[in-house]
Nanobody, 125 residues
Framework: VLLGESGGGLVQAGGSLRLSCVAS????????MGWFRQAPGKDREFVTS????????YYADSAKGRFTISRDNAKNTVLLKMNSLRPEDTAVYYC???????????????????WGQGTQVTVSS
């Protein structure tokens, strides 16, 4: 499974960005998706996750009310819409995927098997 992120960039505080992640290759029949981020000098941290059917989502406190995750299984795509961006949101954002027999989300880094290369998001103050 290959994951490819896009949509990162430089934005001013208060602005918005939409990240996309496309899965290709031998994708599992059912797979949960997640977004993580890693700022310089910090550990990779969970941002949000969505279940296979898209019916269940989960957000880190830092993302609640500002970020929205969605998916289009017909296009093997997951989106992350980020509003009201803050300088502390600056990080490399990674898309992740894992097979799931249930319609569950996952918020732990090592629960995911597949990872993208990341896309840089920089929020200026």
């Amino acid at each position: 499974v290959l994951l490819g992120e896009s949509g990162g960039g430089l934005v001013q505080a208060g602005g918005s960005l939409r990240l996309s992640c496309v899965a290709s290759g031998r994708t599992p029949s059912n797979y949960a998706m997640g977004w993580f981020r890693q700022a310089p000098g910090k550990d990779r941290e969970f941002v949000t996750s969505i279940s296979w059917k898209g019916q269940r989502t989960y957000y880190a406190d830092s993302a609640k009310g500002r970020f929205t995750i969605s998916r289009d299984n017909a296009k093997n795509t997951v989106l992350l819409k980020m509003n009201s961006l803050r300088p502390e949101d600056t990080a490399v954002y990674y898309c992740a995927a894992r097979a799931s027999d249930t319609d569950s989300y996952y918020n732990i880094t090592n629960e995911y098997r597949y990872w993208g290369q990341g896309t840089q998001v920089t929020v200026s103050s």
